[in-house]
């Protein structure tokens, strides 16, 4: 089992950058892909970005490429998600996730360990 907290959502004005942290405890971190998901009012919750167990393979939803970058630091066991360019329909309640896989999977189901989410407001 992995615990997973999400740390550095907030406020920003279109246009602007935050950088989310996804810390892991628990089980070994290099053993789980890892994936950011978010969620928006009335909305089901989507695939943001993947990354695998050694970070070598990314992958991301269309909506977010060019803008957001995901990396990992399995030294540190921490995931993290750098988003610039900012758009007001970005505005979610971002979640990290931890899957027992070689490859990166988007579907959320397949994920086992999820982190309680961090709120992303993004103002026009």
């Known amino acids: 089992q992995v615990q997973l907290v999400e740390s550095g959502g907030g406020l920003v004005q279109a246009g602007g950058s935050l950088r989310l942290s996804c810390a892991a405890s628990?089980?070994?971190?290099?053993?789980?892909?890892m994936g950011w998901f978010r969620q928006a009012p009335g909305k089901e919750r989507e695939f943001v970005a993947g990354?695998?167990?050694?970070?070598?393979?990314?992958r991301y939803a269309d909506s977010v490429k060019g803008r957001f970058t995901i990396s990992r630091d399995n030294a540190k066991n921490t995931v993290y998600l750098q988003m610039n360019s900012l758009k007001p329909e970005d505005t979610a309640v971002y979640y990290c996730?931890?899957?027992?896989?070689?490859?990166?999977?988007?579907?959320?189901?397949?994920?086992?360990?999820w982190g309680q989410g961090t709120q992303v407001t993004v103002s026009s």
């Open positions: 628990g089980r070994t971190f290099i053993s789980y892909a």
């Open positions: 996730a931890a899957d027992e896989a070689i490859a990166v999977f988007a579907a959320p189901q397949r994920f086992d360990f």
């Open positions: 990354i695998s167990r050694s970070g070598g393979n990314t």
